[in-house]
C-alpha cells in the first residue's frame, strides 16, 4: 500500500499515512485537545490509525508517555515511524486486539475514536477502511470496556462519536465502571445541530451528567478563531 506525506497542527507534526482506505481527519485531533493529562502522565488510545491522535496530544504536552493500539499490523508500524519521525520516543504503537489487550500496566486516562457507521449502511470495499468506520453490536460496550479495564482509578476514559451514538456510549461507559460523564457537543455553525459529540467519564466515579456549552466548529469565513486555535495551533479544549 502506498502512502502520503503530509502534516499536522500547521505544519508542526510530520504525518504520514494510507493513500487509500482510512484517511485522518479532524476528530483526532479535537479529541486530543480534550485530554486532561498533565506531562509525567500516561495515556492509552484504542484504535491509534496511524498515531494522529498521541501525536496532536503529546505536541501541546511532550511529558507524557503514551501508547497506541491499533489491530492493523500495518497502520501500528505506521504510528510508530510517524512517533519517531517526530522525535517522540515517549510514545508507542503496538498490533493488538483491543478486547484482549496484553498489557498489565495501568493509564490515567484512555481515549478513543471508535467505529460508529451502522452495521446496515453499505461497506466499504476497502478492509481498513471498513474496519476502522463500520460497528458491530456491542462494539462500543466492547471498546468502554477494555479501555476501562486497564485505567487507574480516577482515571478518565474520553470518547468522540457521532451524537446518534450518545445513549449507547452513555450506557457502555456506566456498564464499563465509568460515571459523571461530561459532554461537549461539536456544533458544525451556530444554527446547527451537533453531529459529533465529546464525551469524559471518570473510572470510579458516580457523579451526575454534565451539559456543556459546546464547540462551534465553523462560521462564515471558516473555521471559528476558537477551532482555529485547537485544530492548527494546537490547544486544549478544557471541560
Not at 3 to 12: F, I, M, P
Not at 73 to 91: C, G, H, I, S, Y
Not at 155 to 164: E, F, N, S, V
Request: hydrophobic share 40%; glycine share 10%; proline share 7%.
Amino acid at each position: 500500500m502506498s502512502e502520503t506525506a503530509g502534516w499536522l497542527l500547521d505544519g508542526r507534526l510530520r504525518y504520514r499515512q494510507l493513500a487509500t482506505g482510512h484517511r485522518t481527519g479532524i476528530e483526532p485531533v479535537l479529541l486530543a485537545a480534550s485530554i486532561p493529562a498533565r506531562d509525567g502522565e500516561t495515556v492509552i488510545e484504542a484504535g491509534t490509525g496511524a498515531g494522529a491522535g498521541l501525536l496532536c496530544l503529546a505536541a501541546r504536552l511532550p511529558g507524557i508517555s503514551g501508547l497506541g493500539v491499533e489491530r492493523e499490523t500495518r497502520l501500528a508500524a505506521l504510528a510508530q515511524r510517524n512517533f519517531a519521525a517526530n522525535d517522540l520516543p515517549n510514545l508507542t504503537a503496538i498490533a493488538a486486539d483491543l478486547a484482549a489487550l496484553p498489557l498489565r500496566r495501568r493509564f490515567d486516562h484512555g481515549f478513543a475514536n471508535p467505529p460508529w457507521r451502522s452495521p446496515h449502511d453499505t461497506p466499504s470495499p476497502d478492509t481498513i477502511r471498513r474496519r476502522a468506520h463500520h460497528s458491530t453490536a456491542g462494539l462500543l460496550a466492547t471498546w468502554a470496556q477494555a479501555i476501562a479495564a486497564v485505567l487507574k482509578p480516577r482515571g478518565t476514559m474520553t470518547l468522540i462519536l457521532p451524537a446518534t451514538s450518545l445513549n449507547e456510549c452513555l450506557g457502555a461507559m456506566k456498564q464499563a465502571g465509568c460515571g459523571a460523564p461530561r459532554i461537549m457537543p461539536l456544533w458544525p455553525r451556530t444554527d446547527r445541530a451537533a453531529k459529533l459529540v465529546i464525551v469524559r467519564s471518570t473510572r470510579g466515579d458516580r457523579g451526575s451528567l454534565t451539559l456543556l456549552p459546546g464547540l462551534t466548529l465553523h462560521d462564515d469565513n471558516g473555521y471559528t478563531p476558537r477551532a482555529e486555535a485547537i485544530l492548527r495551533g494546537g490547544e486544549s479544549l478544557t471541560f
